[in-house]
């Protein structure tokens, strides 16, 4: 005899090949469309669902049975009774608010209860379905419990989101099903709350047989009222392999709810007759008048059910067995006396029937299940394989049968593509090159002063507030860091001036030209970045939008964020030229010490002069060689006035008896005198500070000046503007290059207009070419689809 797991290996193979066929199937249907009727196409998508599942349950290797039936039919008491202990709700009250799973568990430390919660939104949606259930034709009892429901949920809704929240839900591990009864219990019974909360309790138990996987499901009753809780009945019905129909005893006619069910298992498996894979247990048997009465009621349920063989339509009394041999609850054995059950049963002939329902399901597990797999599998397969017939009968009249030979398509587009889109390319650099003079260049006269791009205008203004910002926070000039550098080395009561000076200006240097090399470049390269993501924005909105454009001009060749790189350096470069000269210049050397630098950097020092563009006209034409060598921007100051940059501080004694003399000759004055002053400018020396307060004093009109030449002076010599402009337009020629030059535009156009991958392309393929392309596809799949018919078996 083949052996389930035999079964199940060769059953998946043939369903695994089936399901192939099935999307192949689908492929065609949504392909073709009218070509295959309706009919054909409504048990297609009912077929498919069906394989889906039983692939599903196949790759699980689980034994799956739905315990079904009525609210209150015995369902909970049942599986009670089968674990030998009653830990699941069964009680009087109302107690079924959620699907329960038992599990088979290997081993003793497999063992575990999870609590799964409804989520806020469930909560919801439960209080509308209760809302809805109430407004419709209900039993006086189904009324009042689900009244209860609704009004115990609104009361305590505080409390059953608390549970909502617990999105891993509750798990405990055991070792005796004992150590669970109380958590149970309690989370059921005794807190209202968590019982309207829960939505599934899984419970693995070695209690089932431990030697397979089985699974247990308790769902909902079909007749609750809540829509949700029909669902998931349903869904386990769809689900299942066997199913347990609990049936109370004393009930023998077939309700409307549960013929609903029965239509269900059957519609599920319409090769499979439901009788073929349900076990009847007729609960609460004890309940009869005697054994006349047992009798006539068990022939009424064989007359409901003749095509189940009696050994799967058991009479059961699981509270009795409960009693006899597990664990009742207090409130069973309140309600039940052993002596009373086991006479009342001797009385009908019968026993609690447990043995039997168990023996029964072992035995349809080793010998029957296989064979119903079986059918099942056939069924399927057959089935979709009389849809793959029907449909090659319909489509290869119409498609026929496709030769190899025939694959190769000719070029869809041809010598009118190229004419259109020459037409096209044309127009998009007249309308780009406008776009760009208008936009990008926005002034004729690109080399004069102020001609930049606002973009650009902008840059200058974030690249003088960078410059800003960085020289004012400077760690090296706060008042405690200057003093703490000046004091070192020296003694404490008389610090040598000078030393101080050199240490503090060695510090500041160096923190300076750091900064300068890492902090500064970046605003520069976005501001030109986005100037490019501009470019790049409007050539691919020239091109229809099409994505592969803004790759292929900006990083054909290179990665985006090297490229990004590239630019960042270029800008360092640049600013580094002469920013360290100026740096060097106002800022290494004391100004008594600074001649040998005015000789060595001459040609640097007239460049930065000659591209100063501040108000100040003093600082041009040889201002900063005075203000370097002598600390004054101008030899005569008109008026008798010094630059507004020294105004405020104290000139030195030898300055001052020059600017004396200055101030009192006129602009009339004899050149005998001015030759004098002259003289004395040529000799002067410079004094040094003498004090801390004094050395910090030009050490800042130094930062100042700095930033003033860094602002109005570096910015202009190093050239990012002219830096920006000719990257700004190596990006539009090679916009225009990649087309005029290697014909890449077309290449990217064609390749998404064959094969429609954008679809604001204003180019339509010819629709016979089309329709072959198309017919080719299909003749190609309908070969497949032979072929796999041939394969299933």
């Known amino acids: 005899m ?8 060769k059953q998946l193979a043939r369903l695994e090949k089936t399901s192939v066929l099935a999307d192949k199937l689908i492929t065609l249907g949504n392909k073709t469309g009218v070509d295959i009727s309706q009919d054909l196409l409504r048990r297609l998508n009912i077929e498919r669902p069906r394989l889906e599942r039983q692939l599903e349950r196949l790759h699980a290797n689980r034994f799956e049975v739905a315990v079904i039936g009525l609210e209150k039919a015995g369902k909970s008491a049942l599986l009670n009774a ?56 209900l039993g006086e009892r189904e009324r009042k419990e689900i009244q209860e429901d609704f009004d115990d949920t ?39 709350a968590q019982s309207l909360a829960i939505k599934r309790i899984q419970l693995k138990t070695v209690r089932l047989r431990s030697d397979r996987d089985i699974i247990f499901h308790d769902v909902p009753g079909f007749n609750s009222g809540i829509l949700m809780h029909s669902e998931q009945a ?45 076990f009847v247990v007729l609960t609460q048997a004890d309940a009869m008048d005697d054994q006349i009465d047992f009798k006539e009621t068990y022939a009424k349920h064989r007359s409901y059910w003749p095509s189940v063989p009696e050994r799967r339509l058991i009479p059961v009394c699981a509270r009795a067995h409960l009693v006899e041999f597990g664990i009742p609850s207090e409130d069973t054995l309140r309600r039940t006396k052993s002596a009373d059950d086991k006479a009342k049963m ?76 020459g037409r096209e390319w044309q127009r998009i650099k007249k309308d780009f090159d406008t776009w760009y003079a208008e936009v990008i260049q926005g002034r004729k006269e690109a080399d004069a002063l102020g001609s930049e791009h606002h973009e650009l205008a902008a840059l200058h203004s974030s690249y003088d507030e960078k410059i800003e910002f960085l020289l004012s926070n400077l760690n090296t000039a706060q008042a ?103 740096v060097e210049a106002f800022i290494a050397k004391p100004l008594q010490a600074r001649e040998r630098l005015l000789k060595e950097r001459a040609a640097e020092i007239k460049t930065l002069e000659a591209f100063y563009q ?126 005029d030059n290697d014909r890449q535009w077309i290449g990217i156009i064609r390749t998404a207009v064959k094969y429609e991958k954008n679809p604001n392309i204003p180019y339509n393929i010819i629709h016979t070419k089309r329709d072959f392309r198309m017919r080719r596809e299909i003749a190609v799949e309908l070969k497949e689809v032979r072929e796999s018919c041939t394969n299933v078996f």
């Open 234 to 278: 349903i869904e386990r019905l769809k689900n299942c392999d066997a199913i347990i129909y609990a049936k109370e005893m004393k009930q023998p006619s077939i309700t409307g709810p549960e013929k609903e069910m029965l239509v269900i298992a059957d519609s599920e498996d319409p090769t499979i007759k439901v009788s073929d894979k349900v």
């Open 480 to 582: 405690d860091e200057l003093k703490r550098i000046y004091t070192a080395g020296g003694t404490i009561s008389m610090p040598d001036p000078r030393e101080g000076n050199y240490k503090i200006r060695e510090e500041l240097f160096r923190e300076i030209q750091k900064k300068f090399e890492t902090e500064l470049t970046d605003q520069l390269a976005q501001a030109l970045q986005a100037l490019i993501d501009q470019i790049a924005l409007k050539t691919q909105s020239l091109l229809w939008d099409t994505e592969e454009v803004r790759k292929s001009l900006l990083h054909s060749d290179v990665d985006e964020s090297l490229e990004q790189a590239r630019i960042r350096h270029g800008f360092q470069v640049l600013f580094l030229r002469f920013s360290r000269v100026a």
């Open 154 to 192: 609104e009361k305590h809704l505080s409390d059953i989101l608390v549970f909502s929240k617990q999105k891993n839900g509750f798990t405990q591990r055991f070792t005796d099903i004992g150590e669970i009864s109380e958590q149970l219990q309690s989370a059921v019974f005794k807190n209202r």
């Open 346 to 421: 001797k009385k009908l002939g019968i026993n609690d029937g447990m043995a039997a329902l168990k023996e029964s399901i072992n035995y349809y597990i080793d010998n029957e299940r296989s064979g119903v797999l079986e059918r099942r599998c056939d069924a399927l397969v057959s089935n979709i394989r009389q849809i793959a017939n029907e449909v090659l009968l319909k489509l290869e009249p119409i498609y026929g049968v496709f030769d190899e030979t025939e694959i190769q398509e000719d070029d869809l587009l041809g010598k009118e593509f190229n004419q259109w889109w």
């Open 2 to 9: 083949t052996t389930w797991l035999e079964t199940c290996q």
């Open 82 to 137: 089968w674990l030998g202990q009653e830990i699941l709700p069964s009680a009087r009250e109302r107690c079924t608010f959620t699907s329960t799973e038992i599990w088979s568990a290997q081993t003793e430390q497999d063992q575990l209860l999870f609590i799964q919660y409804y989520t806020k939104e469930e909560i919801s949606k439960l209080q509308l379905q209760r809302r809805d259930a109430l407004l419709g034709t």
């Open 614 to 739: 501040g108000s100040d006209k003093a600082k041009r034409e040889g201002g900063l060689t005075n203000y370097l060598r002598y600390g004054l921007w101008t030899k005569l100051a008109q008026g008798g006035t010094v630059s507004r940059a020294k105004a405020a501080e104290k000139p030195t004694a030898k300055n001052q008896v020059i600017q004396d003399i200055v101030n009192a000759v006129t602009a009339e004055a004899p050149s005998p005198v001015k030759k004098v002053i002259e003289e004395l400018e040529n000799t002067a020396t410079v004094n040094e500070p003498s004090d801390f307060e004094s050395v910090v004093a030009e050490i800042n009109g130094d930062l100042a000046a700095l930033q003033d030449y860094l602002k109005n002076s570096v910015f202009y010599a190093a050239g990012f503007i002219t830096y920006c402009n000719q990257e700004l337009e190596r990006i539009r020629n090679r916009f225009k290059e990649m087309e």
